[in-house]
């Protein structure tokens, strides 16, 4: 026979106030697995939808970073000139020659300063990034002193709202624009006319060319073309993946971090409900030898305390995880370690972070659970009811 279900929750019911504090502990321990889980899977979905799958970013051969990359302007004239580049509606290939640059800027509220990106772009920058939407203001003016700012850094950063200006490369900009890039690493950036900023940091080689082919089934054979050509020393890679790239460090010591303080956490969790469960069985000796006079056998009982405490397991992961869904609504940013600028990424729950909580829920419970059901399992009737 087996022990029913509603029998075991009642169990715990009646045992209300145990139940809640062994439950809060697996809670908090849930809630900082689902947050770690949730920031780095925040920090990759940002860095993947910085780039678009269908562009192409030409950099300096085993560059990782646009800051590393250096791209002469008779390279980027050779490049532009390949036939698998797609063409605008005016004939003109559809490519954008940027260069960045790190400055400082003071933080709002804190004057604490931070790195942040200045990209330059060519007209066709906007258009090569069909997520960048301008949300106030205008486009900055080509030749002109003006710049337009993510919608991360005008809210994080002094002199970075619109209608602000920002002193860098001894000249004074003006912030004409702010733009929303979904959620991207481009929400970190300020823009501006690269012919402009060029002159202003004393650059003569762009930092990267971003194109788009004619057909995405073309990319191998453009790859081959320009890292093959011996005019150039480029590395051409799709834009998606090269963003996604520059996170594997921040996503690598997130995780590694997470991982460390969940093991510690999840012991302590464990030790509480091993104590709470062996607690239950103590108070429970003789409710034991009757359930075994009565006909059930060993694997009932141990099966009974094991769900008792898989359970209670379940019910602290669905809590912790319902206050860190809640992480959803905040934002948080830090300096990427390959980029070194500040990085503006949110939290974000997905289906298989659920999935991963809740077993990590349940693992909880069963080691937690295992020892106290198997000395109940082991109690002989007599033994038990003489105790009781």
Not at 43 to 72: I, P
Not at 88 to 112: F, Y
Not at 130 to 141: C, E, H, S, W
Not at 325 to 350: H, I, V
């Amino acid at each position: 026979m087996k022990i029913p279900l509603s029998y075991v929750a009642r169990n715990l019911w009646a045992r209300r106030l145990t139940t809640a504090l062994t439950g809060a502990g697996l809670a908090l321990v849930v809630f900082v697995f689902a947050t770690v889980l949730m920031l780095d899977e925040g920090l990759r979905n940002t860095m993947v939808t910085t780039g678009e799958y269908d562009n192409v970013v030409l950099v300096r051969r085993s560059a990782e970073t646009e800051v590393q990359s250096g791209v002469d302007r008779p390279q980027a004239s050779v490049a532009s000139s390949h036939p698998a580049i797609a063409l605008g509606a005016d004939g003109q290939p559809m490519l954008s020659k940027e260069t960045l640059v790190l400055i400082s800027l003071n933080k709002r509220g804190s004057a604490k300063p931070s790195n942040v990106i200045i990209r330059g772009i060519s007209p066709r920058g906007m258009t090569l990034r069909p997520q960048v939407k301008l949300t106030a203001g205008r486009m900055f003016r080509p030749g002109a002193s003006e710049i337009i700012a993510g919608a991360s850094i005008a809210r994080r950063f002094e002199g970075a709202g619109i209608g602000e200006t920002l002193r860098f490369g001894q000249r004074e900009w003006t912030v004409v624009g702010l733009f929303d890039a979904g959620n991207s690493g481009f929400d970190s950036e300020i823009w501006g006319d690269a012919d402009q900023l060029m002159p202003t940091f004393r650059r003569v080689a762009y930092s990267s060319v971003i194109l788009r082919l004619a057909d995405t089934a073309l990319f191998d054979g453009f790859k081959k073309d320009i890292e093959a050509d011996p005019r150039l020393t480029l590395d051409a890679k799709r834009e998606q993946t090269f963003y996604s790239d520059q996170s594997k460090a921040l996503s690598t010591f997130i995780s590694v971090l997470g991982l460390i303080l969940s093991v510690i956490f999840s012991i302590g969790a464990m030790i509480g409900a091993t104590i709470t469960m062996y607690a239950s069985v103590a108070n429970r000796v003789g409710e034991i030898g009757t359930l075994r006079a009565l006909g059930f056998q060993r694997r009932s009982i141990l099966a009974a305390f094991l769900a008792e405490s898989m359970l209670l397991a379940v019910v602290g992961g669905a809590l912790g995880l319902a206050c860190a869904s809640l992480m959803q609504f905040l934002s948080f940013s830090t300096t990427n370690f390959q980029s070194f600028s500040e990085l503006a990424f949110g939290f974000r729950l997905t289906p298989g972070i659920v999935v991963k909580t809740l077993m990590f829920s349940l693992a909880m419970g069963v080691v937690g659970g295992f020892l106290p059901a198997l000395r109940a399992a082991r109690m002989q009737i007599v033994d038990a009811l003489r105790a009781a």
